[in-house]
């Protein structure tokens, strides 16, 4: 999609710090990092919220599961502990209107957060 800063990351038109990427999912370092560990974990075909995710794209969300889980392996903080958070819509804290998932770590969470 024109216009869309994460469609560029993941179309290679803009840089960012990649540190996975397959056919489906990219994952590239937070440009304003809330934790010493956070990644944005991205499908490449673009969509718009988690609500916009259709029955049948379901297999998405496993790869963006599995790619966290890959992502906090290779930064070491699966057995420390991590968090997964995906914000859908304005009061879910999306600022980004391209589905995308956080791990973040490295710290200690709280909870609830704010
Ligand atoms: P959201 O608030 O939508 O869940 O998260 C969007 C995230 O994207 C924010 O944490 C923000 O810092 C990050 N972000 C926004 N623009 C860019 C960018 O151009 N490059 C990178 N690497 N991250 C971005
Ligand atoms: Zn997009």
Do not use: S
């Not at 903080?77 to 009061?91: A, I, K, Q, S, T």
């Not at 879910?92 to 200690?108: D, E, I, M, P, S």
């Amino acid at each position: 999609m024109i216009d869309c800063i994460f469609c560029q990351i993941a179309n290679h038109e803009i840089d960012a710090t990649i540190v996975y990427e397959d056919e489906e999912i990219i994952a590239f370092e937070d440009i304003d990092p809330q934790a010493p560990v956070h990644v944005l974990v991205v499908p490449k075909k673009h969509i718009h919220t988690l609500i916009d995710l259709k029955e049948n794209e379901g297999e998405i969300l496993e790869q963006l599961v599995g790619v966290a889980k890959t992502v906090a392996v290779m930064k070491h903080v699966d057995h420390r502990g991590f968090r997964f958070v995906l914000n859908c819509n304005p009061e879910g804290g999306q600022t980004v209107y391209h589905l995308h998932a956080h791990v973040l770590g490295g710290r200690k969470m709280n909870w609830p957060p704010g």
